[in-house]
């Protein structure tokens, strides 16, 4: 299968280095609008999980935790890994000068793009889904769904008349859940029948629900599997309580993958060959034939061994003019299909106008 096609089951998708901020926002925001959004917050860790879900898209906050270079060479890495090769990469950052965002633009390979941290959290959510529909993360799924059959948090008690019995849940999403009951039980649950009310208990908190059975059939030889909708009579509560059960709950897998892999002690501020990001200039030019080509040429120059030199940090009177005289667009967004970007005259003016 081409890992790049849109999958069934959309794409995981994960935010590398993040603030607290984000983690407390925009990551919540997404998971409300149905993206399998997750969060890891060692890079050395990064790899070992990633490496479980190749079809996934993956965003670096590259303001912290290395220097641009470090982040350069790190997701460089990834094109030389079969199981990481295949990951979309995008960068967030609200930092990157703008020769340095051209570079990790021109010089690596990010399908998922670049995108600005300074704008309202509503622009960002609404720029990540661009880029995330784009991407087909969600693929052919409308809900993020969790199998937790094994989990004790969250369980179900039936009414019919005077026969109450319990179930366990098989799996959730904010639309519905499928369970496991007695064999027994099957009269009651007939496809199309109104469950007009049943207790939902999530983190021993009880909620009233109503539902339509899906489907019903035999699972083994005293089970029953029962999949059931939830009706619009449900409130806004009760779907809160289950996505932040969910959210909860697979974030509370990615954590534990992580948490038992080895760290990855790579040094990532060496080269491995001697491309470096370069100086912001000392104010902004026209992005034109003669400068891509006076670009590429320092690019290339500094990638010879033996005139290799690490670069000096810009200067903050350098940077503030740049960004004055020529504002890096907001986000930078790719196609779905993994290329790798080449620049254009005609490309290069209209991006920077």
Known sequence: MNLHENTDFGRKVFFLNMSNDFRQTIVPALFNKEYEVYTINDYRRAKAVLRNFPDSICFIDVDDGLTPNGWFNFMESFENDDMLSTIFLGIISSTLGYAQKMHFLMQSVVPAGFIGLNQSHDDLVEQIR???????????????????????????????GEKRFTARVKDISSAGLSCI???????????????REFSLIIDNETYKCSAAVLKAFASGTDKLTVVIVFTQAIGYNVRRSIREFLRSFLQGKITKIAHDTVPDMKDYTLSNNGAYILDEPEEAEEVTEESLAAYNAKTAKKAEPEEAAKPEEPAAEAEKSAEAASPAPAAETASPVETTPVASPDSAETEQA
């Open 181 to 195: 009951v007695s064999l027994k039980y099957q009269s009651f649950f007939k496809v199309n029948m109104l469950i």
């Open 130 to 160: 661009s880029i995330l529909d784009l991407n087909g993360a969600k693929g052919r799924r409308r809900f993020v769904r969790a199998d937790c059959l094994d989990d004790t948090r969250i369980g179900i008690f039936f009414d019919f």
